[in-house]
T-cell receptor, first 112, second 113 residues
Framework: EPEVTQTPSHQVTQMGQEVILRCVPI?????FYWYRQILGQKVEFLVS????????KSEIFDDQFSVERPDGSNFTLKIRSTKLEDSAMYFC??????????FGPGTRLTVT | AQSVAQPEDQVNVAEGNPLTVKCTYS??????LFWYVQYPNRGLQFLLK??????LVKGSYGFEAEFNKSQTSFHLKKPSALVSDSALYFC???????????FGKGTRLHILP
């Protein structure tokens, strides 16, 4: 059964550094999403992406964040200058028609 | 704005007993409701959804949920709990034209052997 995959599983970075989190959505899916979960807190929506552009973003998704679909398979989340409070588990998700999300296993980002 | 509430931070159930994880929702139109499970060090896994139709929805791993419009609830249930059901459970509601999902804060389920 096809799955959403994410790399790396764990990323440690220093404050102020740029990080890129990578996701490979399910191949026939058209909608892509990033969510995050700060340890012990609820899962929060970051951004949705469709037809090669951002369709919706949350307040969390400020100018430090960007998303890109650089080729036909990858979907990336870039954090330009990481802050301590960016430490979280980041989940990529995709859907075919928007009703059911297939989530990836997550990337744990630790900012030191 | 649409939202879901999970009133319990943690639920403890003895193995073999029935379990219920509560969720209530607030929407302006027809709700699209979901349950997800997160096992330790794992991602989010889809359990079941309610879009329309039968109020009792059956999902993965023997779970089911009952949509109750009058009580605006979508409680997750299982007739007989297993220790392996211990995990973090999230109720969620769909919002907006882009199908953004809004999650509840999660309920940690402990099944006691």
């Amino acid at each position: 059964e096809p799955e959403v995959t994410q790399t790396p599983s764990h990323q440690v970075t220093q404050m102020g550094q740029e990080v890129i989190l990578r996701c490979v959505p399910i191949s026939n899916h058209l909608y892509f999403y990033w969510y995050r979960q700060i340890l012990g807190q609820k899962v929060e929506f970051l951004v949705s992406f469709y037809n090669n552009e951002i369709s919706e973003k949350s307040e969390i998704f400020d100018d430090q964040f960007s998303v890109e679909r650089p080729d036909g398979s990858n979907f990336t989340l870039k954090i330009r200058s990481t802050k301590l409070e960016d430490s979280a588990m980041y989940f990529c998700a995709s859907s075919e028609g928007g009703r059911i999300r297939e989530f990836g296993p997550g990337t744990r980002l630790t900012v030191t | 704005a649409q939202s879901v509430a999970q009133p319990e931070d943690q639920v403890n159930v003895a193995e073999g007993n029935p379990l219920t994880v509560k969720c209530t929702y607030s929407v302006s139109g027809n709700p699209y409701l979901f349950w997800y499970v997160q096992y330790p060090n794992r991602g989010l896994q889809f359990l079941l959804k309610y879009i329309t139709g039968d109020n009792l929805v059956k999902g993965s791993y023997g779970f089911e949920a009952e949509f109750n419009k009058s009580q605006t609830s979508f409680h997750l249930k299982k007739p007989s709990a297993l220790v392996s059901d211990s995990a973090l459970y999230f109720c969620a509601v769909r919002e907006g034209r882009d199908d953004k999902i809004i999650f509840g804060k999660g309920t940690r389920l402990h099944i006691l052997p």
